[in-house]
Structures are given as structure tokens and as C-alpha cells.
């Protein structure tokens, strides 16, 4: 599927960029997520589209084992030398796809995936596999940036995403996720949301966005209606964006 080679693509080219990533080494979600999971210390954990490792680096030091699951080489092994860099050697790495986990059933205790599906292309899947695998009574923490209920607003977000990052899908709405975790059978245990502060410049950096794109972003943010400017808190110096405020929320669910 062209979308999952557009996500190798672009992760392969900015792996040493998402480890060092300040949103994603730093975020309160991240303590966040490792504080509203139950452990006892035997669990074992998958952490699905790993990125630069930094949840599973989070849980490592807690559980038994972590095995760390990415469609992208590039992304396995800069996540791989990150936390064998902390020291840490209860985790294994493994190549594979979020919406066709090569895992059998019922095999693990709790399963996380962070700041990533908003890139899968078939989301229903990947909740089915995640359900598949979790043992009855695991827990599936989900945290991902979501877009707002509003349709308008809901567009603008997806458009800005998808222009900085071609191998973006689709941000969901929280009632999206709520429905549609809940028709697979989980039970929505807690939710918690938080403001997320995008810088633009470091934001595009990330992803090696050319200048002319770029360009066209910050034009397109700074053209919107106000309505759009105001909800997204878009911050505006001279002619140039600064920085915008999205939203991510933390989901803990129970099969």
C-alpha cells in the first residue's frame, strides 16, 4: 500500500530526528501513560509503530519484557541504540506491520502505541489485531493527537497535518476513538487529554519539509478564517507562523 511506503520512507530519512524529538522524549503524556497502566512487574508489553523507542524505553525498567514492533528498519534500529543506550535489555526488536501484527493471540499483558496512528491507513484494523493479541483483561494504552468534533476545524487540522507530512492519514476525533474501540469490545477504563504546542519551524524541520511547502503551509495557516486561527491558538510573527496548538489524548481501554 502506497501510504505504508510513504511512512518508511519518511521515517527512514528522519529516525535520529524522532529520538531526539523533544515532543516525543519529553511529553507529559508519556509519564502519563506509564502512570495510569496496572503492573505488577511479570507483564510483558508490545509497543506498536515504536518510533524512536521512547515508550518502550518508559516501560522497560517496570515489566518483564517489552518487544518494540515498527514498519521501518531505519526507525528499529535508531529506537534500538537509544535504549540499549540506557541500558536497558529486556526489550526486543521487531519488524512489522500495526495492522497485521505478527504476534499469535492472546499473548500480551498490555499493549501501547503512541503518537502513531494517525498514520495507518486502515484503523479498524489495526484495533482489531491489538485486540487479538492482548490477553483477556490486558490493557491497551493509546495516546495519539486527535483532531476537534468541529468539521471545519477537524479539516483544517487533517490539511496541515497532510501538508507537512504526506504520510499522514487521518487524525480521528475522541468520539471516533470511543465508538470505535468499543465496538471491538474493549471498555474504556480513562481518558485525558492534553494541549499540544507545535513550534512550526522544528515541527517542519522534522519531517525535512522543503521550502517551497513549507511556504505554502504558512500561507495556508495564516489565510484561514479566524475562527480556525483562535482554536488553534495560531501565533503569527511578521508574516511567519511561530507555533499552533493541537490536542492529543491518552486512552486507557481493557479487553
Not at 511506503?5 to 523533544?22: T, W
Not at 507562523?241 to 490536542?247: H, Y
Request: charged fraction near 30%.
Amino acid at each position: 500500500m502506497e501510504i505504508k511506503k510513504d511512512v518508511q520512507e519518511q521515517f527512514g530519512r528522519s529516525a535520529e530526528a524522532y529520538v531526539n524529538s523533544k515532543i516525543h522524549k519529553e511529553g507529559k503524556d508519556l509519564q502519563k501513560l506509564v502512570a495510569i497502566t496496572s503492573i505488577k512487574g511479570d507483564e510483558h508489553v508490545l509497543d506498536i509503530a515504536t518510533g524512536g523507542g521512547h515508550t518502550a524505553n518508559a516501560f522497560a525498567p517496570h515489566v518483564e519484557k517489552v518487544v518494540a514492533v515498527d514498519l521501518t528498519k531505519k526507525m528499529l534500529l535508531a529506537a534500538e541504540n537509544f535504549i540499549r543506550g540506557n541500558g536497558h535489555e529486556n526489550v526486543q526488536f521487531v519488524e512489522g506491520d500495526a495492522e497485521q501484527l505478527p504476534f499469535d493471540d492472546a499473548l500480551f499483558d498490555i499493549v501501547t502505541c503512541r503518537i502513531a496512528p494517525h498514520h495507518f491507513p486502515n484503523i479498524e484494523a489495526f484495533i482489531k489485531e491489538v485486540y487479538r493479541v492482548l490477553k483477556e483483561g490486558g490493557q491497551f494504552l493509546l495516546d495519539d493527537n486527535v483532531s476537534p468534533e468541529d468539521d471545519e476545524l477537524d479539516q483544517f487540522y487533517n490539511i496541515v497535518e497532510k501538508t507537512r507530512d504526506y504520510s499522514h492519514y487521518r487524525a480521528w476525533k475522541k468520539t471516533e476513538w470511543l465508538k470505535m474501540l468499543e465496538l471491538q469490545g474493549f471498555k474504556i477504563d480513562e481518558l485525558h487529554r492534553f494541549d499540544k504546542t507545535f513550534v512550526f519551524e522544528p515541527w517542519c524541520m522534522r519531517m525535512n519539509l522543503p521550502e517551497s511547502e513549507k511556504e505554502k503551509l504558512n500561507k495556508y495557516m495564516i489565510q484561514s478564517p479566524q475562527k480556525v486561527k483562535d482554536h488553534f491558538y495560531v501565533k503569527v510573527e511578521g508574516d511567519k507562523v511561530f507555533s499552533f496548538q493541537g490536542e492529543a489524548i491518552v486512552i486507557k481501554a481493557v479487553k
